[in-house]
């Protein structure tokens, strides 16, 4: 079931929540939502399910290329798990995953037995087979949100949407969860679209990734794509870490104080105010002068703790400390200190004009 | 009850407040219910048995507790509909109509009474339409239920709306997403969330009715075996200066209203219990 939006827009007063919004899901495709808060992420995510309908003549939603905009959201068969789960608090865990075959019309509702039989296997697919008589109270955090995804799975959606699954659990939880959907996904080939906040869990886990800011649909593109070929400044700054050099075009090439980075594109007019953005992992450290385009600094603090090792560098100017990561031997290597000289050089950049690549 | 402070309690001062709260309940409650009890007592068993079971004093309670009831049971579905259009809607003069929620609570109860007779008679603004109709209600038990009703009405209202709106609106839509239709959303998802507040609502109305004096006695018409209320009896009977005959009716109603309001509490006791 592929998921079709078209030009949607959404006012909330005179708040514009969605400004044009396009966006296309294959069929069976796993597609995550990343921007910001208050970026219009669940705004988005609630149109597709029906939830909340769209600027009046805005738009259209098209389910395997049928316009369901007329339909409302029990009638589009979309599972949604919400950002804050909306568990059934007085029912057990049970009667909430049963919750949408009990509600089914008569004529296609499944036997007692049958829907006893189902949510066993559910159960079994959230591994909580032991949790069936708990209520939601009597749960964590992350079993609420399993249990909340299998109450969505039950009614055998067209469709998943799951509205920031990971948002409030702590970082191992949520590698575990984010691993297992990403299994799950593969398991069952539902067409699903995921909200977060969060770019490692965006780029690790999604076949694509649309970065919206502000109502709008920055990038869409594989985690490959919006990572290596980021779109805009935003979509830059909002994918890692990222240092940030102000300068001038001169000549075809950005000059930064005395530093001249190539760009890409020469018809960009001499003398226009463009940014260089860095990305910590690509700049290189040195004890000594080696090769062209390095620049002097010293080094104002040092993180050895984690996987790799963070390196504050003051430009020799002083006018701003640029953040370096640098593998944990290649610090051994260095032996670096605070305080000492050190050269540092750019192996990769990214200049934006005005906020557009060039 | 629980007599023990938990042992990881954020708030000091548990023995303190306990003993206050018991203080305090003695003083109000325990001590003069304690000497309606010591009153009765004092008469003798006979004479108590013969003034409680006297056939006009079986049909006041009869009056009072029925008529009680059935007005709870319409300021729940009333108060509910109230609170549900009070937190779900915005409409002009939804402030005024919030305030004159609260207005039976302010209102003297006699005030209540005299203009609820009024409009009520048959020549009032509404007893003149129903009367064509068949229907009288000042000087009837109809009459009862509407002054207990009007007395009742903030409660429901007040305990629901609080909880309304805390409801979680999410979880509305996740029933629609599951494919509930409203009415179904309503009875599986938001009237379970409700109803212990509705109950609590009700339960107060119903205590505030069986102790009702002002607002009934001036449209019930106070007809021995037909329209007279428990508390009126004993009114008179006080007037008449009989004490013991008082006493003997007050324990009556004493013990008939705590046995009910501590079933509806062990109610919701058991109903809060299920889900934590
Ligand atoms: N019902 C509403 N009424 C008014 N404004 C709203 C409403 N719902 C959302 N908004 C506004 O629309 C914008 C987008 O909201 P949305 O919930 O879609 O953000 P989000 O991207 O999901 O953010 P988060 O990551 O914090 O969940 C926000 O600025 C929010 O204040
Ligand atoms: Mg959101």
């Known amino acids: ?358 | 009850m629980r007599f023990f402070a938990p042992k990881n309690n954020v708030l000091p001062g548990f023995r303190l407040a306990m003993g206050f709260t018991l203080f305090y309940l003695s003083l109000i409650v325990l001590i003069p219910v304690a000497a309606i009890f010591i009153k009765t007592a004092a008469a003798g068993w006979s004479q108590f048995w013969q003034t409680a079971t006297s056939p006009r004093v079986v049909a006041s309670y009869r009056l009072s507790f029925g008529v009680s009831a059935l007005a709870a049971l319409a300021n729940g579905v009333f108060g509910l509909l109230a609170a549900w259009v009070l937190v779900r809607y915005e409409f002009i003069g939804k402030r005024m109509v919030d305030a004159l929620v609260d207005l039976p609570f302010a209102l003297p109860t006699a005030v209540a009474g005299i203009s609820l007779t009024t409009v009520y008679a048959e020549t009032g603004w509404i007893g003149q339409w129903l009367k064509p109709l068949g229907v009288k209600v000042a000087f009837t038990p109809l009459g009862v239920l509407v002054a207990l009703t009007f007395i009742g009405l903030p409660f429901v209202v007040r305990t629901v709306q609080p909880v309304l709106q805390d409801l979680d609106r999410e979880v509305e839509d996740a029933a629609a997403s599951l494919g509930a239709n409203r009415w179904q959303t309503f009875y599986r998802v938001i009237f379970p969330a409700l109803w212990p507040a509705a109950l609590t609502g009700a339960t107060l109305a119903f205590a505030r009715a069986v102790g009702e004096y002002g607002s009934v006695i001036f449209i019930s018409g106070n007809m021995p075996m037909r329209t007279e209320i428990t508390p009126l009896l004993i009114v008179t009977k006080l007037e008449q200066y009989d004490y013991a005959g008082a006493t003997a009716i007050a324990v009556v109603m004493l013990v008939a209203s705590f046995s009910l309001l501590l079933l509806i509490n062990l109610l919701q006791w058991w109903s809060a219990h299920r889900g934590t």
Request: with cysteine.
């Open chain 1, 1 to 358: 079931m592929s998921i079709e939006v078209r030009d949607v827009h959404k006012t909330f007063g005179t708040f514009a929540a969605l400004k044009g919004v396009s966006l296309k899901i294959q069929s069976g495709e796993l597609m995550a939502l990343l921007g910001p808060s208050g970026s219009g992420k669940t705004t988005l995510l609630r149109i597709i399910a029906g939830l909340e309908t769209p600027d009046d003549g805005s738009g259209d939603i098209l389910f395997h290329g049928e316009n369901v905009a007329a339909l409302r959201a029990a009638a589009r068969h979309v599972g949604f798990v919400f950002q804050h789960y909306a568990l059934f608090r007085h029912m057990t865990v049970f009667e909430n995953i049963a919750f949408g075959l009990r509600v089914r019309p008569r004529r296609n509702r499944p036997s007692n037995d049958a829907i006893r039989g189902k949510v066993a296997s559910l159960l079994k697919l959230v591994q909580l087979e032991n949790f069936a008589g708990r209520y939601p109270s009597q749960l964590s955090g992350g079993q609420r949100q399993r249990v909340a995804l299998a109450r969505a799975l039950a009614v055998e959606p067209r469709v998943l949407l799951l509205d920031e699954p990971f948002g409030s659990l702590d970082a191992k939880v949520r590698k575990e969860l984010r691993a297992w959907i990403r299994r799950l996904h593969d398991e069952i080939h539902i067409t699903s679209v995921f909200v977060t906040h969060d770019q490692d869990e965006a780029l690790e886990v999604a076949d694509r990734v649309a970065v919206m800011n502000e109502g709008a649909i920055e990038q869409i593109g594989t985690p490959e794509e919006v990572y290596d070929q980021p779109a805009s400044a935003f979509v830059y700054q909002f994918l890692g870490n990222v240092n940030i050099f102000e300068g001038r075009i001169r000549n075809g090439r950005l000059r930064i104080g005395c530093l001249e980075l190539p760009v890409s594109s020469p018809e960009s007019a001499d003398n226009q105010p463009a940014r260089a953005y860095v990305r910590p992992h690509d700049i290189e450290l040195a004890r000594i002068v080696a090769g062209e385009g390095v620049r002097r600094g010293t080094v104002q603090h040092i993180h050895t703790a984690g996987p790799i090792v963070r390196v504050g560098v003051r430009t020799f100017d002083g006018s701003q400390t640029i953040e370096v990561e640098i593998a944990r031997e290649k610090h051994q290597e260095l032996d670096l200190r605070v305080g000492n000289v050190v050269y540092y050089r750019m192996r990769h950049s990214q200049i934006f004009v005005e906020d557009y690549s060039i």
